[in-house]
């Protein structure tokens, strides 16, 4: 910890997932007795660099063409955009991040990114993350020190990492409030977040979709709402996401529709035995994953 609050800190990026990564390194890192650490924010539009600079969340502020100054002045950046967006600022602002820097990145796709490590000089250790946490509402003005508080954050260590780079990560992110670390491989990140996240909002998306009444959430109990909360979407960002992981994805929806005819077969043919025998071992299975969940 003595560490990390002397460290200086830059946010590519500062919506709602930079807005909270800086305010929680704010709160939980540099808030304490004798911190020379600095936080640095770089967005393309600065209406919210004006508003954390106001808020004394960051302590300097950079646009997209002043960017190149910020870079060598951090010692661990959070590239904070879409996953393509990720790669081309990595590929165009390589040579201006500071000599021996932690870099990271919080995409929801990995694949893209396994081969980023080489692109970096000035001995640069770029280290692949997904924070699992965040809202539905976009922008810094929606972010929160607090989302992180009890989640999971995904570290996906490559063999050009440095252990002490890696350890720095890992006091960091558990400093931040996230309380489990999970470390895999790119290949798995996406195989495993296609079904417990993207899935997910292609689900919730349908289910909005195939209302054919809106009025209908007038005969809401709370079910509809809890399955499409997810639904209010990011449409330029999961719609990168789907498509960059569309070969894993694919497979969970083709899956998923397996599952959806069988239940509809029961039902059309009232058959009670098979179908309450389905949702048996439904209720037994979504039990064990809910025991597996924490454990880990």
Known sequence: MEKLKNLNYGIVGLGIMGGSLAKSIRTNVLNQNGSTGKIYACNRSTACLEMAKSEGIVDASFTIDSVDD???????????LYPHATLDFIEQHKKYFKGGAIV??????KGILKDAASIFENDVDFIIGHPMAGGEKEGYANSSANFFINHNYILIPQESNKKENLDTMRDLIYAMGFTRITETTCDIHDYKIAFTSQLCHVIASALVESAEDENITAFGGGSFE??????MINAPLWTELFLSNKEKLCAHIENFEKRIAEFKKYIQEEDSKSLEAL??????????MGSIRMKL
């Open 70 to 80: 910020m870079l060598p002045l951090c010692d661990v950046v959070f590239i904070c």
């Open 104 to 109: 990271t990145d919080i995409s929801g796709v």
């Open 226 to 231: 809890d399955l499409t909360r997810i639904a």
């Open 279 to 288: 949702l048996s071992d439904t209720r037994e299975k979504r039990m064990r």
